[in-house]
């Protein structure tokens, strides 16, 4: 991956809906070229897919929660993954350092769902604890990262050590 696919990268994470012709434009080559090194960022699996961002309020979905769990002693974390992603309303599974295996972030219309998504949670083989914070409000998220993909080729930052 060279400069150019870092600045294409960093232009889809800021418009996934760019066309061919605009990303030409903002890196310096043809829409073919660029429509080219797309298609080897998407088969390489560097670009993984495209989506719309949605407000969780405006679908229904106005509580959003972090649940900590803590395994049992005999739990297997995989296992328990692959019984959280069962459930539609945990969005991100995140494997974690500490007490607690995994923080996953879950989103449902009410607080009585939210209480009953809880129970489901529990009751997951493996699943020993759950500690809970409802989200207030979201001040941001899921806003592109590209911290690095203006780095010249080999990553380094050139320039004088500090």
């Known amino acids: 991956m060279d400069r150019v696919d870092r600045k294409i990268i960093a232009e889809l994470r800021d418009n996934g809906r760019a066309t061919y ?8 080559l043809s829409p ?22 949605v407000d969780p ?13 803590q395994p049992t002693d005999t739990a297997s974390d995989d296992e328990v993954a692959v019984a959280l ?11 974690v350092a500490g007490d607690e295996a995994f923080v996953v972030k ?3 219309e ?17 699943v020993a604890r759950t500690r809970t914070t409802v989200v207030l409000s979201t001040r941001f998220e899921g806003r592109p990262n590209n ?3 203006d780095l010249p080729e080999g990553g380094g930052r050139g320039g004088v050590a500090s």
Do not use: F, M
């Open 85 to 95: 992603g069962e459930l539609p309303e945990v969005e991100s599974c995140y494997a």
């Open 32 to 53: 073919s070229s660029v429509h080219e090194r797309v298609g080897k960022l998407e088969a390489a699996g560097v670009i993984t897919g495209y989506h719309a961002v």
């Open 106 to 108: 879950v989103r449902v």
């Open 21 to 28: 012709a605009e990303l030409g434009r903002a890196v310096g």
């Open 57 to 69: 309020g405006s679908v229904g979905l106005g509580v959003t929660a972090l649940v900590g769990i």
């Open 147 to 149: 911290t690095g993909l």
């Open 110 to 126: 009410t607080v009585d769902e939210l209480e009953r998504s809880l129970g489901r949670l529990r009751r997951i083989d493996g």
